[in-house]
């Protein structure tokens, strides 16, 4: 790498020589830099946000057309994270996600998923109408969780479906496991496959040699960052790195630009190219804070006796700058224990499940913080015991067959029947319990007597449902015969 060319920010520079320019706009956005914007927004974003909130200027590129600036720091990136071309999105890795699919794939062809994926996988294979596989994750009990693809799994779905021409894997997960991409990428490309990681959580990896491998490392064809999660990006600021000659990079391009705004703004763009200067710098440095100022926490909450969780048995790689505990045993949810330390000590968590809370610990974060959080643990700790709640493993379904892709189901007309006739119809929703929020079915799968029945007793023990239409399930869409 080279480290001097890396010292430069080109895209940030340029948004920077623009607003001190003194230049008086007559471009969007109607606020003008600020001057027209409403003054109590003013006072609370500052006025240099609203200064840098611009787009489509003469003198400056954006990531629609990167000839300039902007192509710049897209190579940067490339080179500092080891892809052949890295591209900014504005649209989060949600849109990254939809990209790689849409890319990769023809209408028909077929797809391996986990079935864990983020919602946005599973838009991507609506919108690029292919038929998917799902496989499944091993699941930890203690956790209530899924960890990340193994090579068991993933060998299973690639014997069972010759035919598939992509593989995609999510790793790490939200709480922090990691898969093996490298040899999951060995033995796809092996059998002529391409591999599609959503690395979302894991714009950090690259930086620190006690992190898991990042899958552009790895070998991995497309993959895609939230720099927003993790590192410095501004929110919706993702990287979607491409490695290798098995994509056709035109067509990633185009359709990049079909799903995202022709009005990204340069302060996104610009903070993605400085989360980069960032972290090649100084990375190793503020990775290995993060890890101890985690190892810290994990240290407090165990002598306070609360569960937290490290490497997990059976996982290949673990993110360590994942805090996750529980007090589950103490009779208190991970949405309780949310609640509790968000308005009783003003400490906001990334997220709850049933059993967790899921913490990150970033180069943001002090020591103080993780004694704060610690102290309002044990505060919470200390609140009157109630009955442990249980492990409750998630009663599994068989994957239903499919009939349609999520694509045809979606276009198909549909109609709302009661769930106790649904019977043998096709699906037009998501029908996901959660938790664990896998999703029972997909558009385009069939509704059999025993996931009818399954749905029926999930609903009676108080299982929230997600994706449907009605939620409560007194109907479900399917297809209109
Ligand atoms: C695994 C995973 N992939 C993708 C996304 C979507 O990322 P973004 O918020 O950058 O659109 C998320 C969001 O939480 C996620 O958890």
């Not at 020591?367 to 009157?384: F, G, K, N, P, Y």
Request: glycine share 8%; proline share 6%; hydrophobic share 40%.
């Amino acid at each position: 790498m080279d480290f001097d060319r890396q010292s430069e920010a080109p895209y940030f520079d340029a948004l920077a020589e623009y607003v001190r320019s003194g230049v008086r706009s007559f471009h969007m956005p109607g606020h003008q830099q600020g001057l027209g914007a409403p003054p109590e927004f003013v006072e609370l974003v500052g006025l240099g946000a609203l200064q840098c909130d611009i787009t489509q200027v003469l003198g400056m590129d954006d990531n629609h057309r990167a000839d300039q600036q902007c192509g710049q720091a897209q190579r940067l990136a490339a080179e500092a994270y080891g892809a052949e071309h890295t591209y900014f999105l504005v649209n989060g890795s949600s849109c990254g996600n939809q990209a790689m699919l849409m890319t990769s794939l023809r209408e028909n062809d077929l797809v391996l998923v986990p079935r864990n994926a983020h919602r946005s996988t599973l838009t991507g294979v609506l919108l690029s109408g292919t038929r998917v596989a799902y496989y499944e994750n091993p699941y930890d009990d203690e956790m209530g969780v899924f960890h990340a693809p193994t090579l068991e799994g993933v060998s299973a779905a690639l014997d069972l479906h010759p035919q598939a021409r992509a593989l995609f894997l999510t790793s790490p997960t939200y709480y922090g496991a990691a898969a093996d991409v490298h040899r999951l990428t060995a033995l796809a490309h092996q059998r002529g496959l391409v591999v599609l990681v959503d690395e979302a959580w894991g714009p950090h990896l690259r930086f620190h040699p006690d992190l898991p491998p990042s899958a552009v490392q790895a070998g991995a064809d497309l993959v895609v960052q939230s720099s927003h999660k993790l590192v410095s990006g501004m929110s919706q600021a993702s990287m979607l790195h491409l490695r290798g000659n098995r994509i056709d990079r035109g067509r990633l391009e185009s359709v990049l630009r079909m799903l995202q705004s022709t009005s990204p703004s340069c302060l996104l763009l610009a903070s993605l190219d400085v989360a980069r200067r960032q972290l090649v710098q100084h990375g190793l440095s503020l990775m290995s804070r993060a890890l101890e100022l985690a190892q810290r926490a994990r240290r407090g909450l165990g002598q306070l006796g609360v569960r937290c969780y490290g490497h997990r048995p059976g996982v290949f790689g673990w993110d360590a700058t994942r805090l996750v505990f529980s007090l589950a045993d103490r009779g208190f949810s991970g949405y309780e224990a949310e609640k509790f330390l968000r308005y009783r000590h003003n400490l906001q968590m990334e997220m709850s499940d049933r059993l967790n809370v899921v913490a990150l610990i970033t180069l943001g974060h002090q020591e103080t913080d993780i004694d704060r959080l610690i102290a309002a643990v044990d505060d919470l700790s200390r609140q009157t015991p109630q009955q442990p709640l249980p492990a409750r493993s998630p009663r599994r379904q068989p994957i239903p067959e499919s009939r349609l892709t999520p694509k045809q189901a979606f276009n198909a007309w549909w109609e709302s029947v009661p769930l106790e006739q649904a019977q043998d119809r096709i699906c037009v929703d998501t029908i996901c319990p959660y938790p664990p929020g896998i999703a029972w079915v997909v558009p385009g799968e069939v509704l059999t007597a025993s996931l009818i029945e399954g749905l029926m007793a999930e609903l009676e023990a108080g299982v929230t449902i997600q994706g449907a239409f009605d939620p409560q399930l007194h109907t479900v869409r399917v297809v209109r015969e």
